[in-house]
């Protein structure tokens, strides 16, 4: 394991850490309760975390991502009628 990798790991923590909140508030990098900013922390720690599941191969929007189906499925089924 590289050492970029054990920073990269290393950081992530810190974000899920911050993000978990344990001092309830008392240590904060930008209080909450400032209007409209209050929040950029945590938004600021989210991405960072979304960036290091990134760096591991690992995208976040891709879980969402519906699957399709193939075309036979899709396709409407045909009546054929003999005379």
Do not use: R
Request: hydrophobic share 50%; aromatic share 14%; proline share 6%.
């Amino acid at each position: 394991m590289k050492k970029q990798d054990l920073t990269v790991i290393g950081v992530a923590f810190f974000a899920i850490f911050y993000l978990i909140n344990p001092t309830a508030g008392f240590i904060e990098l930008i209080p909450d309760n400032i209007p409209l900013i209050g929040n950029l922390d945590e938004a600021g720690a989210v991405f960072i975390l979304i960036a290091a599941f990134k760096y591991f191969g690992f995208e976040m929007p891709n879980i969402f991502k519906k699957e399709e189906k193939s075309t036979s499925e899709n396709s409407k089924p045909t009546i054929v009628i003999n005379k």
